[in-house]
């Protein structure tokens, strides 16, 4: 799963400050420990001292190896035991126990995989960032059918909430189903008919699996494209790079940018890097065919149009119903 940058770092700083934590914690028990049983001290202390000791017996015995390291072992484990009673009788068991993870020892890491325990950090903080971008109320509990006439649509010969039901459905679909089909979507209509909602709410939804999603306006997105090709830092670049490689990519509001040559060239890299990738996309767009094609190229509208299934969205627009009906 391709966490972001900005995820993965949150994700190490929690586990290096739940490292530090667990630490200190440890250190506090240990002490109130010392000064309620003293005893537990010695026999720290002299636990600490076996290794020295086992390498001096060796050393010092000369020949009698083998008997010299035999006696600091029982030894050992006679401490061992004394330590586990006084332990048992006198605080809770696990109590004094280092109980960092058990798999990667809270480094995150077990050789190069991420550890379990850093990946639920992953996760979590996922769903902050997620919470911060779609903090706003756009669910799919939230979506209104009443916005959309119950009445037969003149011009396109559909009633628009029958239409408008249909893709809610398929859109829930595909936030639960994402794990196991990941198509792209282009979401198409005029402004104000609910593809940012829906965009939103599918983001939040897949994003809550814990999949990593990206969301940008056009505007924001060839932004942050043009200043990682021509002010490359280190942050810029991880920016392009989330955004090249997040498992879902939602670009909104597409056409609204400043054309160009730059954009043109920027969207058709973006497009075939993650359809070569298998990297799913969700576009919202007030633009259909011809005007894709005229807008970017050819090309371009042809794989909009080709690799991507397209809801239409229908109805009047919602922000003017709404100033209507309050
Ligand atoms: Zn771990």
């Known amino acids: 799963m391709g966490y972001s940058t900005e ?26 420990a010392y000064s309620q049983v003293p005893r537990l001290r010695e026999i720290d202390m002299l636990l600490r001292q076996s290794a020295a000791k086992a390498a001096q017996a060796v050393f010092l015995q000369g020949g009698d190896a083998q008997a010299a390291m035999e006696a600091v072992k029982q030894e050992n484990l006679q401490l061992q035991a004394e330590r586990k009673d006084l332990v048992a009788a006198n605080f809770e068991p696990q109590w004094l126990e280092d109980n960092r993870c058990p798999h990667c020892g809270d480094t995150g890491y077990v050789g190069s995989t991420m550890c379990q325990c850093l990946q639920q950090l992953c996760a979590l903080e996922q769903r902050k960032v997620l919470s911060a971008i779609f903090g706003g109320s756009e669910s799919f509990e939230t979506f209104r059918l009443d916005y959309y006439s119950d009445r037969m649509d003149p011009k396109f010969r559909v009633v628009p909430r029958v239409v408008m039901e249909k893709t809610l459905n398929y859109c829930r679909d595909y936030a639960r ?46 932004g942050k494209l043009e200043k990682a090709k021509f002010y490359p830092s280190q942050e810029s670049q991880a920016e392009a790079r989330a955004l090249e490689t997040c498992d879902l990519l939602i670009i909104d509001d597409l056409g609204t940018e400043m054309p160009g040559q730059f954009v043109t060239a920027a969207l058709y890299a973006l497009l075939n890097q993650r359809l070569m990738a298998g990297k799913a996309m969700i576009i919202t767009t007030n633009l259909n065919v011809e005007e894709a094609g005229q807008r970017y190229s050819p090309q371009i509208a042809s794989r909009l149009y080709g690799e991507f299934y397209r809801l239409t969205f229908l109805g009047e627009d ?6 209507r009906m309050y």
């Open 7 to 32: 995820v993965l770092t949150r994700a190490r700083d929690a586990l290096a400050q739940r490292r530090a934590d667990r630490e200190s914690e440890l250190a506090a028990r240990h002490s109130r």
């Open 177 to 222: 189903h994402f794990a196991k089909a990941q198509g792209n979507l282009l979401l198409t209509g005029t402004t104000g008919l609910g593809k940012t909602h829906l965009a939103l709410a599918m983001g939040r939804a897949i994003g809550e699996q814990g999949y990593s999603v990206c969301y940008e306006s056009a505007a924001g997105l060839f």
């Open 318 to 323: 919602i922000r003017a119903l709404k100033r």
